[in-house]
């Protein structure tokens, strides 16, 4: 089976622009996440989706960064205006259903300057 | 909120000797999962524990779930260069059943 695809993998941007990543996950899976990995820690959560409604938003910084899954399929995750400390690996995962195990993207490393 | 703990953050072995990372909720949790990132790379898919005491194994890989659910270990038995990587642990939690908190993980690295 194919895994869960992500764009781009990498992006250096300037503080203050605005940037987009995009994630399609695995066929079927009716959960999506976007993770913001900090290197030295583990992933935080962003956002989950189930379909295509929001499950938990409840750690998106909502004045810079929003997401969207408009048909329950891929999604996209956007910030604006980006921050230094938005530096970071930017995971997209997809599971079967909630609470089930999570398969991850490659990522998208964000180098903000 | 909910803290998932992990320690030690770093361990380093020589090829064959045991490792053992160290996972602790301040909640009770409904399940854990494992997983493992290897250097530059993606957090992948270990195994899930649901139940009180359970212990899962996968070939070298022992997994725990402490009795009061609030707790679990993984254990590798002689370790391998293939091995290394960061082990971390990951629990439903901050108010939520449903949505997962990762510990900051274990940085295993091997000495061939």
């Known amino acids: 089976e194919a895994g869960v695809a992500q764009s781009p993998r990498y992006k250096i941007i300037e503080k203050r622009q605005s940037v987009a990543f995009w994630c399609n996950p695995i066929?079927?899976?009716?959960?999506l996440y976007w993770y913001q990995q900090i290197l030295g820690q583990g992933p935080k959560l962003l956002i989950q989706?189930?379909?295509?409604?929001?499950?938990?938003d409840s750690q998106l910084p909502k004045d810079r960064f929003s997401a969207e899954r408009l048909k329950g399929v891929d999604s996209t995750l956007k910030i604006q205006p980006a921050k230094l400390e938005d530096s970071a690996v930017y995971l997209c995962?997809?599971?079967?259903?909630?609470?089930?195990?999570?398969?991850f993207g490659d990522g998208t490393r964000l180098s903000i300057l | 909120g909910q803290q998932v703990m992990q320690i030690p953050q770093y361990q380093h072995v020589q090829e064959g000797e045991d490792f053992t990372t160290y996972c602790n909720s301040s909640t009770t949790l409904s399940n854990i999962q494992w997983y493992k990132q290897r250097p530059g790379g993606h957090p992948v898919f270990l195994i899930q524990?649901?139940?009180?005491?359970e212990v899962k194994k996968q070939k070298r890989l022992t997994f725990q779930f402490g009795e009061a659910k609030k707790n679990s270990s993984l254990h590798i038995t002689a370790t391998q260069t293939t091995d290394v990587g960061t082990y971390f642990c990951?629990?439903?939690?901050?108010?939520?059943?449903?949505?997962?908190?990762f510990g900051k993980g274990t940085l295993l690295t091997v000495n061939p």
């Open positions: 995962a997809s599971s079967l259903r909630i609470n089930q195990p999570q398969h």
């Open positions: 990951a629990g439903p939690g901050g108010g939520s059943n449903y949505k997962l908190t």
């Open positions: 066929s079927g899976h009716a959960t």
């Open positions: 524990l649901v139940k009180s005491g």
């Open positions: 989706f189930q379909n295509n409604g929001v499950v938990d």
